[in-house]
Nanobody, 125 residues
């Protein structure tokens, strides 16, 4: 398993931007499918964005066109660039890793065996 540490959360006004980073330990980072999930109080954990080993990216419907996920295998880092933020984006954001090949669906939290501690994003209206 890899160890994951998120950073970059904070408070921003609606329409603003934030850049979340996820630093992973270990020498096999390139073998992991990476994703970001988020969870607001009282709600289930929601898929935000994911990136496969090939670099193919996937996004939740609510963030398409606003968020961009990328990875740098040389730096063991995954980035989530969030633009045009909305109050409904307020949540704790979690970085997650799953060793390829995946044991279940790409969009499901249960697929990912490694999680960061989370970073809070708050968007004010």
């Amino acid at each position: 398993q890899v160890q994951l540490v998120e950073s970059g959360g904070g408070l921003v006004q609606a329409g603003g931007s934030l850049r979340l980073s996820c630093a992973a330990s270990g020498r096999t980072f390139s073998s992991y499918v990476m994703a970001w999930f988020r969870q607001a109080p009282g709600q289930e954990r929601e898929f935000v964005a994911g990136i496969r080993l090939t670099g193919s990216t996937y996004y939740g419907d609510s963030v398409k066109g606003r968020f961009t996920i990328s990875r740098d295998n040389a730096k063991n880092t995954v980035i989530l660039q969030m633009n045009n933020l909305k109050p409904e984006d307020t949540a704790a954001y979690y970085c997650a890793a799953a060793l390829f090949p995946l044991s279940s669906g790409f969009l499901e939290p249960k697929t990912f065996g490694s999680w960061g501690q989370g970073t809070q994003v708050t968007v004010s209206s």
